[in-house]
């Protein structure tokens, strides 16, 4: 007879099959309707605030996987704040201003680009990065992240410039802005200073060379080492340091002066065999002597220095103060002309005499075959060493001294408070704040000018009379007055006397005519003032310190330092509680991804192939605290993990179908002892998931809810219970006990995905009892938490228990390999416990129950002679006495017996007759 239809079958429309990239964009159309975030922000306005303030990526090109790891990681912590009890609001952002956009209008444009103003080129540049932000803003919505779409905040935006230039002047009028002719980092290529943070270091060959000058007595040489001849034209001096031992050698009929310790060395790579040391002395000896340069009529003093090493070279360091930092200072000290003989396209000016006119880098081939020529090249060798490159254009760029505007790092102490204030942040990793407070410590004075024409001006000014630059407040504040009206395109709309105070006079000579300055500032301030145009000008944010800076590792150097600095100048508090860094994404092989080598994978590309909510697994797996590693082949183990997750919840809803939670639910003391214990495993998951949460490790939550599913769940529980799900009475005690503990389970993990898995938990969501779904939206849920009484005696029992579900397991397994049985429910397990507690845990529980937490039909516990030798228990499997039941499966002897209803076991035979409702 067939009893199918009288059994409990799951009962579901949650399909197994996710199909995510076809409903993904569905569940985002449903969000837009309903007005997530605003819904989200009205229901949680009387909450505590937690702000997650947006790092701007670059409004350049499409998103890739940096991206998307940095957006879900935010999206992560903003979702789990929320249903924790807290109102998050997230503002996302744009950096739109900068070189990378100016150079990709510009290249676009030709030689067009030549021949238009400023003015001109702004307006191309401001409709590129315009453009970029809404693509961008698709990519990162498509990834179901949360927030502020239709008002982020955009570093063009008058509103936020402003901002910008109120951080400047704060700056300004604490004496930290000042103007000064020093070396700074140049790009020949892109035309522009750059700041230490636009600097990157790449492998470059240089030619190394050794050169004689003249000193005092006739051929005598003090040998200087460089591997930039170019810099020769602008050398002052030579540095030597006051305690090294220096020595004359006589090597063929010359004398070379040189550092002791490097004699041979040198000797070798000039090829000379035969020399002798004729004299010795200290470097303080030739403090404030004279040298001649080798093809210049000029002077190279000889100055001391304790950055003179002894580990390449000769001791005795060519200094250029235009050309270097260290040259610079040692410049500053000995009162040293700066000469710079190079112009910003990186050619040699009238100062450098006959080479004028030449790229510097064809300028090195020509000095040394001069040097050569002239009988002052020693030796000549090419090395390959580590070389600043500009970050953008990726070619090597030089030290040159201009007239630049600067942040002075150390005026009023604000290297030591920032230092002071570091010690107050929680850094994530720990690491994050050695490295920080390493570069902060060796960081110059902030290079903050820039000249090129897309990003905001600095409003100096030049006197026609005296040619003074100024830059005041009183200035600043009139012109961002403008601003907040006009945008910085104002600067270069409006003729200079808009743009002054009225009856402004030049502070040096009282003139009151001027020329605008056309210099921009660094983009490094423009978002590193976010804290002030963002958070500190929104309402609806308002809480400084932030709570959250979460960018990649790279930014320690970049937008965390700027902030930083900018917000202890004005207001002399860090900006942000906490940063958390993460790694850099790899390939499998942990190789950086190029479109060069062909190893690289766009988020699109796994959105269209598996949806947004895999990619989101995939990042909640990853220990972001190193650099992470993505292919195809590991998202495809993710896809195995999402699997597990959504069959489980499958499962889950599926029985519970007819349960209702306001009047079908078992309080946990009327519970049966295994669904207790299921409960406090359940309970136990909630609260380590959410420390992990808070702690930022989602990669454990990961795992714990991954663990949970395959073994808690599937593995013990789920298996355990299906029998008396599928089989008792519909309504019984029996069946509503499990299903209290499944509804509470699958409320339970819904709710603890829905930060990772964010449209999966919203798809189940909707098939969760309908009495228990409180709103519209999951995200707008409570963080589970369960308010049960853990009862030590029963955990530690049922450890035991199933413990000795392991030794059975394994005789039932060794008895299947023999093929004495097909399947458990064939057998009878006899179980001789190894001890006392054992045999108390399992004589105390309910055959019957016992029988299903072993998966049998029939148990007893009595002595073994013979039987599988487990580590609690002895167990001897034999055959189940009786007949199969026809509804059931299980075997019992008095199969059959009930006349009303065939082929049943008692059990099923009064289930039939509606006995088993209670």
Known sequence: MDYKDSLNLPKTNFKMKANLKDKEPLTLKEWRKMDLEKKVRKEKSEMPKFLLHDGPPYANGEIHMGHALNKVLKDIVIKYKTMSGHNVPYVPGWDTHGLPIEHKVTTELGEKAKHMTKLEIRKLCKKYALKHVEKQKKGFERLGIRGEWDNPYIT?????????????????????VYRNKKPIYWCTECQ????????????????????????????TYIIIWTTTPWTLPANVAIALHRSFDYVKVEVEGEKWIMAEALVEKVMKIAGKEKYEIVERFKGKDLENKSAKHPFIDRESKIVLADYVTLEDGTGCVHTAPGHGADDYIT???????????VDYKGEFTEEAGKYEGLKIWEGNKVIIEDLKNSGYLVALQNIEHSYPHCWRCKNPIIFRATEQWF????????????????????????????RFKGMVQDKPDWCISRQRAWGIPIPAIKCDECGEITLTVEQMNHFIDIVKKEGTDSWFEKDIKELIPEGFKCPKCGGT????????????????????SVVNSREALNKYPVDLYLEGSDQHRGWFQSSMFLSVGKNGVAPYKSVLTHGFIKDEEGEKMSKSKGNGISPNDIIEKDGADLLRLWVASSDYRGDIRISFEILKQQSEVYRKFRNTLRFLLGNISDFDPNNDYVEFNDLYEIDKWAMIRLNDLIEKVTGFYENYEFYRVHHLLNNFCTTDMSSIYLDIIKDRIYTEGKKSKLRRSAQTVMYEIAMALTKMMAPILTFTAEEIYKYLPESARKYDTIQL?????????????LIQKWNLILSVRDDVTKALEEKRREKFIGNSLEAKVIIEPKNEEIKEALLSTDPYLLSDVFITSQIEINNVEKGFEGEKVKVAVVKAEGEKCERCWKIDPKTGEDEQHEGTCPRCAAVLRGEREN
Not at 156 to 176: A, R
Not at 331 to 337: A, E, F, I, S, Y
Not at 781 to 793: C, Q, V
């Open 331 to 341: 410049g500053l000290k000995n009162k040293l002309p700066v000469l710079s003989p």
């Open 407 to 434: 942040i002075s790092v150390d005026h009023n102490g604000l290297r030591e408070k920032v230092l002071d204030e570091i010690d107050k942040v929680q850094w994530i990793p720990e690491w994050g704040e050695k």
């Open 781 to 793: 849920e409570e963080w589970p938490k369960l308010n049960i009484n853990k009862d030590e005696n």
């Open 513 to 532: 005519h001027f020329t605008k300055e056309e210099d921009i500032l660094d983009v490094w301030i423009d978002s590193g003032a976010s804290w002030e």
């Open 156 to 176: 063009l935006d008058p509103v936020y410039e402003s901002g910008v230039l109120e951080t400047l002047k704060s700056l300004v009028e604490t004496g930290n």
């Open 192 to 219: 522009t200073a750059l700041a230490e943070a636009e600097v990157e270091y790449h492998d470059h060959s240089s030619p190394s060379i050794y050169v004689k000058f003249p000193f005092e007595d006739k051929n």
